[in-house]
């Protein structure tokens, strides 16, 4: 199997707010859509970021649908400055995320922050990781 992610699928309680914080308010164009779906490409589309009704998403994958917090994943996106991290989290935050740890120097050598997007699925945004491919 090659090392790619074809789809990042986000089970999210209402879809509507997802959407429009993506589509509309981070600016992201939505690729396809249905009455249960939303799907947006990233990166000249060789990855895709789908938006599926929690408990349907649950169902599909034949798991229990309770629980919350914390869900073991985090989405990240690279940048080359820490100026461009600071200007990324300001526009999460415009956009209606909520900024869940500023920007600061890491134990690692880099810089990053994280914001959580209105159903809490939390995105870090980083500078000074090599080797890792840059969003911009």
Same mark, same amino acid.
Request: one cysteine or more; aromatic letters at 12%.
């Given at each position: ?42 990166? @000249? *589309? ?6 599926? +009704?929690?408990?349907? #998403?649950? %169902?599909? =994958? ?46 690692? @050598? *880099? ?6 997007? +209105?159903?809490?699925? #939390?995105? %870090?945004? =980083? ?10």
């Amino acid at each position: 199997m090659n090392a790619h992610v074809s789809v990042i699928t986000l089970g999210v309680r209402d879809l509507e707010r997802e959407k429009r914080f993506y589509g509309e308010q981070l600016g992201w164009p939505v690729e396809q859509e249905d009455d249960n779906w939303a799907c947006f490409l990233l990166a @000249g *589309g060789s990855t895709a970021l789908a938006l599926y +009704p929690w408990d349907e #998403l649950a %169902e599909d =994958a034949g798991v229990p649908a309770e629980g919350d917090g914390f869900r073991g994943v985090t989405l990240a996106y690279n940048v080359r400055s820490e100026e461009r991290v600071d200007e990324l989290l300001a526009e999460a935050e415009r956009a209606g995320g909520t900024i869940v740890q500023p920007s600061r120097k890491t134990q690692w @050598g *880099g810089y990053s922050g994280y914001f959580a997007d +209105p159903e809490g699925y #939390l995105w %870090e945004v =980083a500078t000074g990781a090599t080797r890792l491919p840059f969003s911009e």
